[in-house]
């Protein structure tokens, strides 16, 4: 929305400015290490704020120790609550499989609209059940959305961390 595309044009032209970035280093930058939200909701009209951390531009970069990717091989990462998180994408979440580079994952996902019909899509699945188990005795899967407030009812798998992948590499996902 205009909002969002406004915010994300002056994060750029502040990043350029303050930090002598060119477009595609700054768009670059905004994509791996700049949180958006939103700031307000008045009368239909949304606000929005970025959230840049600049002291990665105050402390001097160290160049990375190698890594040496471990013989991981393929793996499967199953539907469970501690597999999944709701209606967010963040990267302060801590990945939930670590895979090295090439390596095949089988990943298990699940709809949000498994809640629509309990008998058929979650009963008796325990990777499903422990994921919408929520009421007022239990909250198998106790953060849900950006808040921890039940916001976003998206049911997303993950994350994977990629052994010798680095800020602003491009990962290549075949699916």
């Known amino acids: 929305d205009s909002a969002m595309k406004n915010t994300f044009t002056q994060t750029r032209k502040f990043l350029e400015t303050n930090y002598n970035l060119t477009d595609q280093e700054a768009t670059t930058f905004i994509t791996q290490g700049v949180d958006f939200g939103i700031t307000q909701l008045v009368d239909g009209n949304w606000g929005m704020h970025a959230l840049v951390p600049k002291d990665v531009f105050e402390n001097p ?21 501690a597999t999944v998180h709701w209606g967010y994408f963040s990267k302060d979440l801590d990945p939930v499989l670590t895979v090295a580079s090439g390596a095949e994952v089988v990943v298990e996902m699940a ?34 959305g950006a808040t921890g407030g039940g916001d976003g009812v998206h049911v997303l798998t993950g994350p994977i961390f990629v052994e010798g992948a680095e800020s602003g590499d491009i990962l290549k996902v075949e699916i």
Not at 64 to 70: D, I, K, N, Q, S
Not at 71 to 81: E, K, P, Q, R
């Open 111 to 144: 709809t949000h609209h498994a809640c629509d019909d309990w008998d058929k899509m979650i009963k008796d699945d325990a990777g499903m059940e422990s994921i919408y188990g929520w009421d007022a005795i239990r909250a198998n899967e106790p953060f849900r």
């Open 61 to 81: 970069l160290v160049a990375p120790t190698p890594v040496v990717p471990a013989d991981l091989g393929d793996a499967d990462l199953t539907l469970s609550n």
